[in-house]
Each structure stands twice: as C-alpha cells, then as structure tokens.
C-alpha cells in the first residue's frame, strides 16, 4: 500500500510538485490523506487505471472564482475500481470539484464542494454510493452522466442524503 499522507512542509511541497505534474497510473491500495493542494496549474490529483484508490481528509483548493486559470479537476480517479472520497474540500475547479469517470464500486461521502463549475460529478461509474455530501455555490451541485461514446456503462447508482444548494 502507497501512503502519502502529512509528514512534514517539505514532503508536502515535493509530493505536491510530484502529484500535479503526473497522472498516477496502475497503482494499487493507495491511500491520499490529511493535506491540501492549492493553486495548481492543472488538475489536483488524477489516478488512472488503479485499484483501492482513496481520498481521505484532504483538500485542493483554488481561491479564485472557478474559471479557465485554474485547473480542471480537484480529485479525479478515472477507469479505477474500488474509489473511496471521503471527508474532503474541493473549492474552485474550473470544471468539476470531484469528477470520477468510467470506474466501478465507488463510495463519495461526507465531502463538500464549493465553487467550482461542477461540485460532483460521476460519469459512466457502476455501483457509485454518493451520500452525506454538501454541495453549494457551484454552478452544478451533483451531476451524474451515463454517455453512449465510452464504452463502459452504468450498472447501479445511488445518490442519496445529499445536501445541494
């Protein structure tokens, strides 16, 4: 299992130089926990093709008004099994907060999302649990796609107990 987790300032600063400049593909039981990314140039954190991806108690935050400077995604696991997000803040994507795509067995919880274009967005995602989250001040609070160009479809949603304003 891969930790990355708050240590110190300057293991922050090198994993966030290393996180924002990679899609981190192939990766399994990792674990994302307890520091913040600000400003990035792109997306926060994307992970590909991996399995047992979580998010936990993390932030990525943009402080402006969400627009085309700041990066596109905050958390954004994509074609991944077994995705948990999980107490987390994202503010100010310039496209979705939290955005999980053409994954399975996914658990979005207790996580708010502020700011952004879209707070939470699933995507062609089978067997997604969303539910205790508070989505507010984005231009779309919680949207869910299911779109015929990809390959893989949804199977089963759950969006419930879901604050949105």
């Known amino acids: 299992m891969l930790i990355i987790r708050r240590l110190a300032n300057s293991l922050i600063n ?3 130089v290393f996180i924002y400049h990679q899609v981190l593909t192939n ?6 926990s307890d520091f913040t990314i600000k400003e990035t140039p792109g997306d926060a954190i994307k992970v590909k093709d991996s399995h047992g991806v979580t998010f936990c108690d993390m932030a990525t935050i943009w402080e402006s008004v969400a627009d085309s400077t700041n990066g596109a995604y905050g958390l954004y696991p994509v074609t991944s099994t077994s995705v948990l997000i999980d107490g987390c803040y994202v503010k100010g994507a310039s496209d979705a907060g939290i955005y999980v795509g053409q994954s399975d067995t996914v658990i979005v919880r207790n996580t708010e999302a502020v700011g952004n274009v879209a707070g939470i967005e699933i995507e062609n995602t089978s067997n997604a649990d969303v539910y205790g989250n508070y989505a507010h001040d984005n ?3 919680i949207l869910v796609f299911d779109y015929p ?8 949603l759950c969006v419930f107990l879901t604050t949105t304003w």
């Open 14 to 16: 090198l994993l966030t």
């Open 149 to 156: 160009i990809y390959p893989k479809k949804m199977a089963a």
């Open 139 to 141: 231009t779309g609070g």
């Open 27 to 32: 990766m399994n039981d990792v674990l994302f």
